[in-house]
């Protein structure tokens, strides 16, 4: 790599539920010293589930942008927890569908100036209705919704979040 | 909004260059307590210019993954500077293009589960070539790629960056 950043000093400043937060020195490629703050985040998996000509997607409150957002099914990996299986977990808690095979779409990082999480999007396939099942403190709603719609949802910037707009942008007809 | 989550109390635990990091004490909607961890950031524009069936992309090291990643040209807003601005600048800047015009194209939530980042996405026209003015401390190369190479390097997994990958699959031909 050409540009390769030093690490000369690394700083914990938080470490709280969902993110750690670092604050680094370090030195540039012309020799000078700069400062990088970094969000590290343990990584998640989002799932598209097509039936139908439909999609399954979900709406909760996102507290930083005090927003009710439309998004694919997605979460946190727990510890230990394999990408695939996050994947397949969620799909099933948020939206009651068992998939019995998934195939990654793509492995996204969101923000990469600042943070360094990934997000994998998968594609569930083989599917078989079951039960959601929510945590006493999670409030979603899901919704099949029509592939054209969605297309309209994009475009009319009433979907916004970002690996929910790649996962239909890869799936949606032009 | 049906699953509004309250604000209690919010205590900022970094103040730093580019983020803000906040804690906040919160009310779900069944009454129960929770903490919020937010990721504050001014916000970004990114840029997508063609010409010739090429697009223009940027290539630098991103701290927080260790590798250099292909994006498309893109930048934090200046205080007082519209997003239009920051795009038009950031495309000047790094790929040594005037647009005299732009589109937006979408504006992108990229992680709002912890992060109150806004991306807006530009289609840049009426393009003329001036020059490059990097920072100092700036390290990026910049490459016009052929649209079809483009497509390959989005479903090898060789471009990550999110606002980069939807860029693409909005202009791209399936």
Not at 93 to 107: M, N, P, S
Request: charged residues 35%.
């Amino acid at each position: 790599m050409r540009f390769k950043e030093k690490t000369v000093k690394s700083e914990v400043i938080y470490k709280g539920r969902i993110i750690t937060v670092k604050k680094d020195d370090i030195v540039l490629p012309n020799g000078n010293s700069a400062i990088r703050e970094v969000v590290h985040h343990s990584g998640g998996s989002a799932i598209l589930c097509e039936m139908d000509g439909k999609i399954l997607m979900v709406k909760q409150f996102r507290y930083p942008y005090a927003e009710e957002l439309w998004e694919i099914p997605a979460g946190k990996l727990n510890e230990g927890e394999s990408p695939e299986l996050t994947a397949i977990r969620e799909l099933e808690e948020e939206g009651g569908i068992k998939a019995k095979r998934v195939e990654k779409l793509f492995e996204i990082y969101p923000t990469p100036a600042y943070n360094d999480e990934i997000i994998r999007i998968y594609q569930a396939f083989d599917l078989e209705k079951t039960q959601k099942h929510l945590d006493e403190d999670e409030f979603l709603t899901s919704e099949w919704i029509e592939k054209e719609k969605l297309k309209d949802m994009i475009y009319s910037g009433e979907i916004k979040d970002a690996k929910t707009v790649i996962a239909l942008l890869a799936v949606l007809d032009k």
